[in-house]
Each structure stands twice: as structure tokens, then as C-alpha cells.
């Protein structure tokens, strides 16, 4: 079972959320998605065993030739080519590694190289958490090649729980989309309610299930909670905005550490979605 | 001799556009028999490397001097490879603006002077 914990607006808390399920559960494995700033590692404080690069394939052009590339040019959806006469210009940080230039590029004439784009490690975390992370090369674009690698070490006939990056793009659908429930972490402002709906929008087209829960409840209003109400959107916890929260957080600290009972909240909430699930 | 003009529309009355890879229209204007013809950029939408693309698309057009507001770095390298002059900080009405280039009141750029992406929006 997959449950990966999901965030339009930045910061609500999504770590926060998917370290406490990991702790809550005890065996699990947990997936930090977030490849351009994972820090789910400070808080669950794996021993990392083994680190695997992540490439991918860029070409490179043997000029020297004298052969016609301008069809590598036309060919590149992306842009990553451009042929002036009997010069090649190859932009990298444009290619998307899809081998296309090699096959209409003049035979033998466009070649392939590894390139570096990030790693992924695996570790081990009290009391039975297998822990995953990916890492981006910092300027890279290939965050899902990333994630894509991490993807290939998720066991999913146990529990899973993916902590995705912020946002509703690309890299969160990649963290969603084999999911079986996501919980959708938000603050109760007009900028976390605007998020969340875009990331609902994303699950409904996903068809995936999700559930909601309302981090540094008290601020803000309460346009959030009126509209799951109403929209018969479920609402699974909420979590008060308490600055010893805060306090604990940046120590390295869970939720758990704050206040035991939010294990047995946790608990809770996991048989929720198990059962919701398997109804 | 022939020079492209980045534009909004597609008559010498136009304004200059400031964006070399997401213009609406490139002018290209003939000097030597006072014609023009006009091109609309199909790299506009692309969702990058639109100054990639239209940089070759100019080249093949053979001209020799391109006046715009701003060249991003890639744009740069594409029309530097194809020997293409570059005037950058280039406004106003096209028609004046090629006026300012035959009395050669304009000054060549040996460098890009925005950074990537500067024609996607954010800046302007």
C-alpha cells in the first residue's frame, strides 16, 4: 500500500506529516521524493548504506565529418540542438536524454555519453524503516529521472509512504500517481486554500483517493474546513499552530517528541485510510 | 544586406519588440532595394529554447545584423555561430529603429545582456 503526503502551497508541513506516519506505522518503507531539497533524512536520521549515481544519456556530435545534423535539429522537440551550417550547438541543459538526435542524426555520427543528473540512497531508520532519498545535482532539470530511479526500489506490498515535493507539477505527479491515498497536507489561509485545490483537481484526474489534514490550525480562517464540509472532502487531522511545534521542528525533532499522543493519532489515522481503502 | 528586426506586428510601423526568442514577428528588411517581408515566430510557444530555435530560423534567412531589445545566451551562441551582428537595447518604432541603423547610431553587443528564460513573462 501506498500513501504519499502531498502539498500545493510549500511549507505546510508535508515532512512533517509523512515522518510521523513512518514513526506511527514503526514498518514501513519511506520514500523522500522531494529530490531538489530532501530533508526528511533529519528528522528520521537514517544510516545511509549504499548510494547509487543517477545518469542520463546525452549525445555528442563527431563533427568532423563533414556530415548534414540539421535533421537532429529539426528533430529536437526540446531545443537542445541547433546547426548553423556545418557547426552543432548542443545545449544540455535543454536535453531530456531521449536518444532522438542518434537515430535521425547521420549514422555513427552522433554518439552517447553518461551523464550525471543526481543519486539515490537507501538506509535504514529505528524501529523498521527502510528510507529512500534521491538527491538532484543542483542546476539539473531531471528531477523525475530522479525520482524515476527511486521509483524502481519501492516495494509496494508493504506500506509505503512517499513524502512529495511541493507544488502540482511534474515531480508531484511523479510522487502521487502509483499511489493508493494521498493525504493533502494545507494551512488554513487563501494561499494554502488555493493550492489545494489545484492538488485535489490533480487526484481527481489521477483517480486517486485523498484525505485532508489542516497543519497550524487556528490561524488563517476557516475557508478550508467549510469547504471540505461541504464538499464531503475528509478531513483526517488537524494540527494546532503551536510555536513549541515549531520550536521542536527545528531541533531535528517529530511530532512525537511534542507530544506522545500523537502516535496513537497517527494510528488512528493510517487504520482510517487502510479501512477506506479496503472497504 | 539584409537585417531582422524583432516586432509586435507585422508592418515597419510596429513597435520593436524587447524578447528575441518570443517576439510575435521577426521583420526582415531589405537595405539595399528598401523592401521587407515579415515572418511570424513560430518558436514563440515553445516551452524553451525559443531563442535556439528562432536564432536558426533567422540565420537561414541570411541576414547580417539583428536589432532587438534584449539576446538571451542562447540566442547568442546560435547567432554568433551563424556571424550574425547583434544590436541589443534596440526600441521605438521598426522604422526608426532601421533608420538608426543606416546612419549607424547603433552599437553592437558582444555579449548576451539577460539571462535565459527573461522572454517567458516574469519580466516584463
Given at each position: 500500500?501506498?500513501?504519499?503526503?502531498?502539498?500545493?502551497?510549500?511549507?505546510?508541513?508535508?515532512?512533517?506529516?509523512?515522518v510521523s506516519l513512518a514513526l506511527a506505522a514503526e514498518y514501513c518503507q519511506f520514500a523522500d521524493y522531494d529530490v531538489e531539497a530532501p530533508n526528511a533524512d533529519i528528522f528520521l536520521k537514517p544510516g545511509i548504506k549504499n548510494i547509487k549515481k543517477v545518469t542520463i544519456k546525452h549525445p555528442y556530435f563527431l563533427t568532423d565529418t563533414d556530415k548534414d545534423f540539421s535533421g537532429c535539429a529539426k528533430f529536437c522537440h526540446y531545443n537542445a540542438v541547433a546547426v548553423i551550417g556545418t557547426e552543432v550547438l548542443f545545449y544540455p541543459q535543454l536535453c531530456h536524454g531521449c536518444g532522438g538526435c542518434i537515430l535521425v542524426g547521420p549514422e555513427g555520427a552522433v554518439r552517447e555519453k553518461d551523464v550525471e543528473v543526481g543519486e539515490v540512497s537507501k538506509g535504514f531508520s529505528r524501529p523498521g524503516i527502510d528510507f529512500l532519498e534521491g538527491n538532484l545535482i543542483p542546476g539539473s532539470m531531471r528531477t523525475t529521472t530522479v525520482q524515476n530511479e527511486l521509483e524502481k526500489m519501492i516495494n509496494r506490498s508493504g506500506l509505503v509512504i512517499i513524502d512529495?515535493?511541493?507544488?502540482?507539477?511534474?515531480?508531484?505527479?511523479?510522487?502521487?500517481?502509483?499511489?493508493?491515498?494521498?493525504?493533502?497536507?494545507?494551512?488554513?489561509?487563501?494561499?494554502?486554500?488555493?493550492?489545494?485545490?489545484?492538488?485535489?483537481?490533480?487526484?481527481?484526474?489521477?483517480?486517486?483517493?485523498?484525505?485532508?489534514?489542516?497543519?497550524?490550525?487556528?490561524?488563517?480562517?476557516?475557508?478550508?474546513?467549510?469547504?471540505?464540509?461541504a464538499q464531503n472532502k475528509k478531513i483526517l487531522l488537524k494540527i494546532p499552530n503551536d510555536i513549541e511545534i515549531a520550536k521542536c521542528y527545528s531541533r531535528g525533532g517529530t511530532l512525537f517528541d511534542y507530544d506522545k499522543s500523537y502516535k496513537e493519532k497517527f494510528q488512528k489515522t493510517l487504520e482510517e485510510i487502510e479501512n477506506s481503502i479496503f472497504q | 544586406m539584409k537585417i531582422c528586426i524583432?516586432?509586435?506586428?507585422?508592418?515597419?510601423?510596429?513597435?520593436?519588440?524587447?524578447?528575441?526568442?518570443?517576439?510575435?514577428?521577426?521583420?526582415?528588411?531589405?537595405?539595399?532595394?528598401?523592401?521587407?517581408?515579415?515572418?511570424?515566430?513560430?518558436s514563440r510557444q515553445s516551452m524553451g529554447g525559443a531563442g535556439i530555435q528562432a536564432?536558426?530560423?533567422?540565420?537561414?534567412?541570411?541576414?547580417?545584423?539583428?536589432?532587438?531589445?534584449?539576446?538571451?545566451?542562447?540566442?547568442?551562441?546560435?547567432?554568433?555561430?551563424?556571424?550574425?551582428?547583434?544590436?541589443?537595447?534596440?526600441?521605438g518604432?521598426?522604422?526608426?529603429?532601421?533608420?538608426?541603423?543606416?546612419?549607424?547610431?547603433?552599437?553592437?553587443?558582444?555579449?548576451?545582456?539577460?539571462?535565459?528564460?527573461?522572454?517567458?513573462g516574469k519580466n516584463s
Open positions: 500500500m501506498i500513501i504519499s503526503v502531498a502539498s500545493g502551497k510549500g511549507g505546510t508541513g508535508k515532512t512533517t506529516v509523512a512529495s515535493p511541493p507544488g502540482n507539477s511534474c515531480s508531484m505527479v511523479m510522487s502521487v500517481k502509483n499511489s493508493d491515498y494521498c493525504i493533502l497536507v494545507t494551512e488554513p489561509t487563501p494561499y494554502g486554500f488555493n493550492d489545494l485545490l489545484i492538488s485535489m483537481d490533480v487526484l481527481d484526474s489521477l483517480k486517486i483517493p485523498y484525505g485532508v489534514i489542516i497543519n497550524r490550525d487556528g490561524i488563517g480562517d476557516t475557508v478550508v474546513e467549510d469547504y471540505c464540509n | 524583432t516586432s509586435t506586428g507585422s508592418s515597419l510601423d510596429s513597435n520593436v519588440d524587447p524578447r528575441f526568442g518570443r517576439c510575435p514577428y521577426f521583420i526582415i528588411y531589405d537595405i539595399g532595394s528598401d523592401t521587407f517581408e515579415f515572418i511570424e515566430n513560430g536564432g536558426q530560423v533567422i540565420a537561414a534567412k541570411e541576414v547580417s545584423a539583428v536589432l532587438s531589445g534584449n539576446f538571451g545566451p542562447n540566442a547568442f551562441r546560435v547567432l554568433q555561430a551563424a556571424n550574425i551582428k547583434m544590436y541589443s537595447g534596440v526600441s518604432i521598426v522604422r526608426e529603429a532601421i533608420e538608426k541603423y543606416k546612419n549607424g547610431q547603433l552599437v553592437e553587443t558582444s555579449s548576451a545582456n539577460v539571462e535565459s528564460h527573461y522572454g517567458m
